[in-house]
């Protein structure tokens, strides 16, 4: 499967985006679709995770009630809003697809979208 992560942008600080995973080749449902980030320099971690029944997983406290993560079955996309976006939230976000259960372990992903780049500043 190809999945095509967009929305990325430039933003002022407290701003928001939406980002968005589709698949290109494949679908999407009914896995459980991961969005990822990696900051310059650091390692890439697990934001959040959405899995077939629509339960939501967020790994990263610093986003907790500012990012949620949802899912269209009939558009086969899910998405990240992202709220009161914070400079160091800049990072480039990846979507990528796993089994039926959601994990915050990059090794339980086996697709990936190419990232989007979101870059926070003023």
């Known amino acids: 499967v190809q999945l095509q992560a967009s929305g990325g942008g430039l933003v002022q600080p407290g701003g928001s985006l939406r980002l968005s995973c589709a698949a290109s080749?494949?679908?999407?449902?009914?896995?459980?679709i991961g969005w990822f980030r990696q900051a310059p320099g650091k390692e890439r971690e697990g934001v959040s995770c959405?899995?077939?029944?629509?339960?939501?997983?967020t790994y990263v406290d610093s986003v907790k009630g500012r990012f949620t993560i949802s899912r269209d079955n009939v558009k086969d996309t899910v998405y990240l809003e992202m709220t009161s976006l914070k400079p160091e939230n800049t990072a480039i976000y990846y979507c990528?697809?796993?089994?039926?259960?959601?994990?915050?372990?990059?090794?339980?992903?086996?697709?990936w979208g190419q990232g989007t780049q979101v870059t926070v500043s003023s």
């Open positions: 080749s494949g679908t999407l449902a009914p896995y459980a």
């Open positions: 990528a697809r796993g089994s039926y259960r959601c994990s915050a372990t990059r090794s339980t992903y086996n697709s």
């Open positions: 959405i899995d077939g029944g629509q339960n939501t997983w």
